[in-house]
């Protein structure tokens, strides 16, 4: 059994570990003539390569993506497309004295449990260092859907809660998203988490942080019932990125609090099509995209490799204190909202051709 792989008709498979030679990825299903160089793929991984500035992990990887095959005069043949990210920057001694000990929060040991053996170099293959792959597939995703939409969609992502930090949605700047090291889109609570995180960095510790990822300019009826929901796939493709915790889709939990009329996105038509009132249901409804913004938020866990001592065990059942050295990143969903713009994309163009092979 393999699972290295996610999604239908648009497929990708992921490969490689934190501290070996190259990562990578291998995407399927891409349909043919479709221009693609490395240059479309470059800057998504800019926007989630490390070591950018000083609250994010000082691992210095430049993340250069090399296309391996699937192209013939820079076009896509329909065939796998093969992408390869070589590590450049591994310490693989920060971790010596923890292979034999089991990280609080980490999978460090259900690893062991199930394989009994793992790779504790960084991780291994349980690292957020694998989601760069991820960000190439989801590269490929948007030429995709550019090229079957015609550039219509837009997929764009922001950090919205930092710790105890939420925005004020009242000041929401996508603009602002750009300016900040932080993919923040309220400008007034930037100084707030540099000042949060700052002292988290200090103190040994880390911090959460809930992202949200918004696609615009989707058609309705991508989604199919029942068991091929377009939510579905999305909460699973959210679920799936490293040390995320929870995932809502439009108002999500808050749904819970409101009534059946409030909750309820009221219909008209105007200029002879159906638009709606509002989008509690985060432009999904019965699995199926209603053609409003796809809404997606997901929660991150604060980081769990960090230098104050936690109580822990050895594989061989001793009692001990773990502190991981090296260089981590205090916040992880910083850099996880380029992952999750990525992911989205994914699922969008999968979904995309699903519908197109089913309904033409």
């Known amino acids: 059994m393999s699972f290295n792989s996610f999604g239908h008709l648009f497929r990708f498979t992921t490969w490689g570990e ?33 070591g950018q500035s000083r ?37 693989s001694k920060d971790y010596s004295e923890i292979k034999d000990r089991f990280r609080p929060g980490h999978a ?22 694998e989601t760069a792959s991820r960000v190439a597939a989801g590269a490929v995703a948007r030429k995709v859907l550019d090229h079957v939409l015609g550039k219509s969609a837009v997929i764009r992502g922001a950090l919205v809660q930092m710790g105890p930090h939420a925005i004020d949605r009242t000041r929401w700047d996508w603009a602002a998203v750009e300016e900040n090291p932080f993919w923040c889109p309220d400008a007034a609570m930037v100084a707030t988490w540099e000042t949060h995180l700052d002292g988290v960095r200090k103190g040994g510790s880390s911090t959460g942080a809930v992202i949200e990822v918004v696609a615009s300019g989707l058609p309705a009826g991508l989604g199919a019932p029942i068991y091929g929901k377009l939510d579905a796939d ?20 808050a749904a819970a ?8 996105d009221e219909m008209r038509m105007q200029d002879g099509r159906v638009t709606f009132l509002s989008n509690n249901a985060g ?8 053609g ?9 866990k604060p980081t769990s490799s960090i230098p104050t001592p936690r109580h822990s065990v050895t594989k061989d059942g001793e009692n001990v204190e773990v502190a991981t050295k090296g260089r981590h990143d205090p916040c992880v969903g910083i850099r996880a ?24």
């Open 337 to 360: 909202v380029p992952v999750g713009e990525a992911m989205l994309a994914i699922v969008l163009a999968d979904h995309l051709l699903r519908h197109r092979g089913q309904c033409g």
């Open 108 to 129: 460090d040991y259900t690893y062991w449990a199930k394989y009994g053996i793992r790779d504790y170099r960084g991780g291994g293959r349980s690292s957020a260092r």
């Open 292 to 300: 409003q913004d796809i809404v997606v938020r997901f929660a991150v």
């Open 234 to 253: 999305l909460a699973a493709a959210m679920m799936g990125i490293n040390a995320v915790k929870g995932v809502e889709i439009g108002a999500g939990f």
């Open 18 to 50: 934190s501290h070996g030679p190259a990562i990578g990825c291998v995407v399927d299903g891409v349909p043919p003539r479709i221009p693609l160089s490395e240059a479309d793929i470059q800057p998504w991984l800019d926007r989630r390569r490390p």
């Open 257 to 264: 609090s409101l009534s059946g009329e409030e909750n309820a």
């Open 55 to 91: 609250f994010t992990t000082q691992r210095r990887e430049p993340d250069q993506v090399r296309i391996l095959s699937g192209l013939f005069d820079g076009q896509t043949t329909g065939t796998p497309i093969s992408l390869l990210i070589e590590n450049e920057d591994q310490r």
């Open 283 to 290: 432009g999904i409804l019965g699995g199926i995209s209603t």
